[in-house]
């Protein structure tokens, strides 16, 4: 991978790895490819000096074509359009040492529910396509991230068995694919569920991949979605003012 190549040309311990939708078969075709820089020692540089380095590099390339770094976001991105294929590419490139960086932790989540639920790639691909076409797919346009829309079928596809037993807490059951049905029929519900779902007034919890999710109280005030990030379970991964386009039929 030229990429690659050129990162290891400037720091020969730091590797790139792929995240995000593309690693975990959930990517649309027109999915951007979600890089990440990571090496086994201690980064000094910060990360907004890293990129910087790689743009200057990446800017003398023939490949790379409309490199731009976002530096003033959460976390630094680089984007560029990889132009050696017959359609471009749009990857964006992070450092994995960048604060609030979990993109290769979700990567393993997201891994394990992908594994575990044959019906989630089917519902996540149908949804993905359906809010690209809305233009509710981007977090920061008020939509929803792909990490939130995955989490969000994920706990649509977790129902806990009696919960409250002189045991505690039951395993649950998750759904594939009904024996007398379709992935159709999940779908349906799924649009169902969300659609009068009260976003308001609810959020979404999740705990390990056993154990199923169950709605938590939130602020009826809140104008956005609160779906709670399994990696940081204080930090809210919803983030969609938009959430009434969202949900509407």
Not at 55 to 78: F, H, Y
Request: aromatic share 8%; net charge negative.
């Amino acid at each position: 991978m030229k990429l690659s190549g050129l990162v290891r040309e400037l720091w020969p311990h730091v590797a790139v790895e792929v995240y995000g939708s593309t690693h975990t078969q959930l990517c649309l075709p027109h999915s951007d490819v979600d890089c990440v820089l990571v090496s086994s020692e201690t980064l000094t540089t910060s990360p907004v000096d890293m990129l910087e380095a790689l743009m200057e590099r990446l800017e003398a390339c023939a490949w790379a074509r409309n490199v731009e770094l976002l530096r003033s976001a959460r976390i630094p991105i680089l984007k560029l359009h990889f132009v050696k294929c017959r359609h471009p590419v749009k990857m964006d490139v992070t450092c994995g040492h960048s604060p609030g960086h979990s993109g290769m932790e979700a990567r393993g989540v997201v891994d394990q529910y992908r594994m575990a639920m044959p019906a989630l790639r089917p519902l996540v691909i149908v949804l993905k396509s359906h809010l690209h076409a809305k233009g509710l797919n981007a977090s920061y346009s008020g939509g929803l991230s792909s990490y939130a829309l995955v989490l969000m079928v994920v706990r649509f596809l977790q129902e806990e068995l009696e919960p409250h037993t002189d045991e505690g807490r039951q395993p649950c059951v998750i759904y594939t694919f009904f024996r007398t049905g379709t992935v159709g029929m999940l779908l349906l519900q799924f649009l169902d569920l969300h659609i009068h779902f009260d976003f308001h007034r609810y959020g979404m919890e999740y705990f390990e991949i056993d154990p199923a999710a169950t709605a938590v109280s939130f602020p009826p005030v809140s104008p956005m979605v609160y779906i709670m990030d399994p990696l940081r379970y204080n930090h809210n991964i919803g983030n969609s003012f938009r959430i009434h386009e969202v949900a509407s039929p």
